[in-house]
């Protein structure tokens, strides 16, 4: 298998982190892919161009982080990252909900790469608020990401990543103490110090 991946991508992070925590990384080739400047050996498998994507070993092309994550965590059972009866939907909603936090973040942070007077004030209100929103309910719901690890813990820990790597200006840990707590306990593993975003 090979998975194409950027260094920077929190999505992508996501899915190396569940790599490392299923210890699948000897199954696994590594691809650095910079989309902007060459995705050819993407593109015959996800004709989006996109990463993460992962080629499985019969050739088949999975994308995005959700579905590549659900595949891979099927290959072992140690552990299983996605549970199963009621409690599998309690973490898929997790995961959906970190995830479209950092669809936000991700496009907060290329609303700040357009010059100053082209920047829309009113949708960097809507994004911050629509962050800020979502940091005070992780931190409201602080219990539901403790005990077992689980996909949502690695998908919340890659989102706060980012936050830290492109937006420190958010200072998301200020009056959300359970939620820094959690996230200074969870950065401490492996995983999560093997896959921290270059910083140059």
Same mark, same amino acid.
């Given at each position: 298998?090979?998975?194409?991946?950027?260094?920077? =991508? #929190?999505?992508?992070?996501?899915?190396?982190?569940?790599?490392? %925590?299923?210890?699948? !990384?000897?199954?696994?080739?590594?691809?650095?892919?910079? &989309?902007? %400047?060459?995705?050819?050996?993407?593109?015959?498998?996800?004709?989006?161009?996109?990463? #993460?994507?992962? %080629?499985?070993?019969?050739?088949?092309?999975?994308?995005?982080?959700?579905?590549?994550?659900?595949?891979?965590?099927?290959?072992?059972? *140690?552990?299983?990252?996605?549970? =199963?009866?009621?409690?599998?939907? =309690?973490?898929?909603?997790?995961?959906?909900? *970190?995830?479209?936090?950092?669809?936000?973040?991700?496009?907060?942070?290329?609303?700040?790469?357009? #010059? %100053?007077?082209?920047?829309?004030? !009113?949708?960097?209100?809507?994004?911050?608020?629509?962050?800020?929103?979502?940091?005070?309910?992780?931190?409201?719901?602080?219990?539901?990401?403790?005990?077992?690890?689980?996909?949502?813990?690695?998908?919340?820990?890659?989102?706060?990543?980012?936050?830290?790597?492109?937006? #420190? !200006?958010?200072?998301?840990?200020?009056?959300?103490?359970?939620?820094? !707590?959690?996230?200074?306990?969870?950065?401490?593993? &492996? =995983?999560?110090?093997?896959?921290?975003?270059?910083?140059?």
């Amino acid at each position: 298998m090979r998975l194409f991946y950027s260094p920077t =991508s #929190p999505y992508a992070r996501k899915v190396r982190l569940l790599i490392l %925590e299923k210890g699948l !990384q000897d199954q696994i080739d590594m691809v650095v892919v910079l &989309p902007m %400047e060459d995705n050819r050996g993407v593109t015959p498998l996800n004709p989006l161009g996109k990463i #993460p994507t992962l %080629e499985t070993a019969d050739g088949q092309g999975l994308y995005d982080s959700p579905v590549i994550c659900a595949y891979l965590d099927t290959l072992n059972q *140690t552990p299983q990252l996605i549970p =199963s009866g009621a409690e599998r939907w =309690s973490v898929l909603r997790q995961e959906a909900l *970190t995830d479209g936090l950092l669809d936000t973040a991700l496009v907060l942070v290329k609303e700040y790469l357009r #010059p %100053e007077e082209m920047q829309s004030s !009113q949708w960097l209100a809507h994004w911050h608020g629509t962050i800020q929103r979502t940091l005070d309910h992780l931190e409201q719901q602080q219990p539901a990401y403790q005990g077992t690890l689980t996909l949502a813990q690695l998908a919340l820990g890659a989102t706060l990543g980012y936050l830290d790597f492109r937006l #420190p !200006q958010l200072a998301w840990r200020q009056q959300r103490p359970q939620l820094q !707590q959690w996230y200074t306990e969870l950065a401490q593993r &492996p =995983s999560m110090l093997a896959t921290c975003p270059p910083t140059s």
